[in-house]
């Protein structure tokens, strides 16, 4: 079973440029996320989606921030315009889902995308 | 809100030493409790979990972690570690049901061979 992909696994762009982050769910998992980790901070939490919809994206920083689920398959999240703060690098994870609880709870991550904004 | 401490940023042991990192965690409900590991180069991977029942639980490559409620704690423990340990080490929770993961700020372990 293929895991968590996401692309680019690093990005370096200007201020003010945009830029899309994609990630692929394992197959059949409903549950997706995006996390974040800013250099010597702990990993948080930007939003959930259940296939389609989204969630909770309480931790999503501004509304500089997009991130869509078209079709409940892959997920796309855009920053425009880029910022220097918003560099670090963006994990996202997926999970079977929430009712269960056990392992189709467990989230499992992807490599994460590296993205350096100069 | 919830939240998660964990008690170094930074270990280094030698290879056979005995380990155990630190997590506490602050939240008024129920909890699932993770450890994840990420080595060089690699990405975040589970390394154990708790969901219910025996508070002692065994995951990957000889790693285990006790859940005590009373304290709030989901300490990681090995009895010896190897060079290959290398790695970070993040604890992190989330509410039964719930989805966002609330992570530690994670633990640098550096094992000399």
């Known amino acids: 079973e293929a895991g968590v992909t996401q692309f680019p696994s690093h990005s370096v762009i200007e201020k003010g440029q945009t830029v899309t982050l994609r990630c692929d769910p394992i197959s059949g998992h409903d549950n997706l996320y995006w996390y974040r980790r800013v250099m010597g901070k702990e990993i948080k939490f930007l939003l959930h989606?259940?296939?389609?919809?989204?969630?909770?994206e309480s931790g999503m920083p501004n509304n500089r921030f997009l991130a869509e689920r078209t079709g409940g398959t892959y997920s796309t999240l855009k920053v425009q315009p880029a910022e220097l703060e918003d560099s670090g690098v963006y994990f996202c994870?997926?999970?079977?889902?929430?009712?269960?609880?056990?392992?189709?709870?467990?989230?499992?991550f992807g490599p994460g995308t590296r993205l350096l904004v100069l | 809100a919830q939240s998660v401490s964990q008690h170094n940023h930074h270990v280094i042991l030698s290879e056979a030493a005995s380990l155990e990192l630190g997590c506490n965690y602050s939240y008024g409900g129920t909890v699932n409790l993770f450890w994840y590991v990420q080595y060089p180069g690699q990405h975040l991977q589970l390394l154990l979990k708790y969901f219910s029942g025996d508070p002692l639980v065994k995951g990957i490559k000889g790693f285990e972690a006790e859940f005590i409620k009373s304290k709030f704690s989901f300490n990681l423990r090995k009895p010896s570690v190897q060079w290959s340990d290398t790695a970070e080490y993040f604890c992190?929770?989330?509410?039964?049901?719930?989805?966002?993961?609330?992570f530690g700020a994670g633990t640098i372990l550096r094992v000399k061979s």
């Open positions: 989606f259940v296939k389609e919809s989204k969630q909770d």
């Open positions: 994870a997926s999970s079977q889902d929430l009712i269960s609880g056990g392992a189709r709870e467990t989230q499992y």
């Open positions: 992190a929770v989330n509410a039964k049901g719930g989805n966002k993961l609330v």
